[in-house]
């Protein structure tokens, strides 16, 4: 199952982020994603991206963001964040109603970031996110963070490893 778009969308009734994955054989994954949940994903995502950068971070940090900077600016000129969120779906692996996740875990390999959400239900689903769509979901969870009511403190939401370029605001993002 490979990840064709991501969807995020704020739900003030609910105060939960609504996460929607569309994948590349028309299943689509809905999880329901808690403050707590966000906090622990953002801070997983942002050791993630610096891991995955390798060790050219360990010797000289100014080289390794200004590296970070270009292959982030690379990756989101290919990203097309205006694209309508495509439902049309035909399978819904988990149903259709959004699964609540309780924590999750972030496995660190070079060439992806496996992302285990654990569920109410007991169910574990594993998502591997690749560097592009590590930073694309970094940039998305920052943006709907930022219009929730959740007042998480700025320094989660523009971290050094993700320019500030990336975070605008908007309601549901795709």
């Not at 739900?11 to 569309?22: A, M, S």
């Not at 060790?55 to 205006?82: G, M």
């Not at 590590?134 to 320019?163: E, R, T």
Request: charged fraction near 15%; include cysteine; aromatic fraction near 8%.
């Amino acid at each position: 199952m490979k990840i064709r778009q991501i969807n995020v969308t704020y739900i003030p009734l609910e105060d939960r982020i609504l996460l929607r994955i569309n994948t590349d054989d028309n299943a689509e994954l809905r999880f329901w994603l808690t403050r707590a949940v966000v906090i622990q994903l953002l801070s997983g995502l942002t050791k993630t991206e610096c891991l995955m950068a390798g060790p050219k971070i360990v010797n000289n940090p100014q080289v390794a963001q200004a590296i970070r900077l270009f292959e982030q600016e690379t990756a989101a000129a290919k990203v097309d964040f205006t694209a309508n969120f495509s439902a049309n779906a035909v399978l819904y692996p988990l149903g259709e109603v959004p699964q609540l996740v309780t924590t999750l875990r972030i496995m660190n390999a070079t060439d992806h970031a496996a992302t285990i959400f654990e569920l109410a239900n007991n169910q574990t689903i594993t998502i591997n996110f690749d560097p592009q769509m590590l930073g694309s979901f970094y940039k998305l969870l920052c943006d709907i963070v930022k219009i929730s009511s959740w007042n998480l403190p700025q320094q989660q939401l523009s971290v050094a490893a993700f320019p500030r370029f990336w975070l605008a605001e908007s309601q549901t993002i795709h």
